[in-house]
């Protein structure tokens, strides 16, 4: 097992002295908050985008009132986002875009946000017009 001077010392022999980018290990916020983040985020966009238009949609018709008209909707968009949270299948998917962004960063020292704004990833609002 290396000392914790062997394992900075090899941080440092990484271009940009921020850890190895093919190691596959996770930290607690990793595994507790980025990863599940992800998820959340692909189970809205890909997997449960009719619930979450109806559950939208209703919002948008109720106002004030939407916390007890959109009770039926929310339920369901958040029944189909549970399923997904809890695939495994799924999971894996999550995790392993999750190490090949980290791993863009270690060797580029560039964060995902800043990369998507380099010429020819034209960004609006935040979001990549490049897929």
């Known amino acids: 097992m290396p000392t914790q001077d062997e ?6 022999t990484n271009p940009h002295g921020l850890g190895d980018p093919d190691d596959r290990r996770l930290r607690i916020v ?3 908050v980025l990863i599940p ?3 959340r985020d692909r189970a809205k966009k890909e997997k449960c985008v009719a619930e979450v238009a109806e559950f939208t949609k209703c919002c948008a018709a109720s ?3 939407m916390a007890y008209t959109c009770r039926k909707e929310n339920a369901l968009m958040q029944e189909c986002q549970s399923r997904w949270y809890k695939d495994e299948g799924f999971k894996k998917e999550c995790e392993d875009i999750y190490f090949k962004e980290r791993r863009e960063f ?3 020292g560039i964060p995902k946000k800043h990369r998507l704004k380099e010429p020819g990833n034209e ?3 935040g979001k990549s017009t490049v897929d």
């Open 7 to 12: 394992s900075h010392k090899s941080n440092l």
């Open 30 to 32: 990793e595994k507790e």
């Open 37 to 39: 983040k992800i998820m």
């Open 63 to 65: 106002s004030l009132l």
């Open 106 to 108: 270690r060797l580029t």
């Open 123 to 125: 960004t609006i609002g």
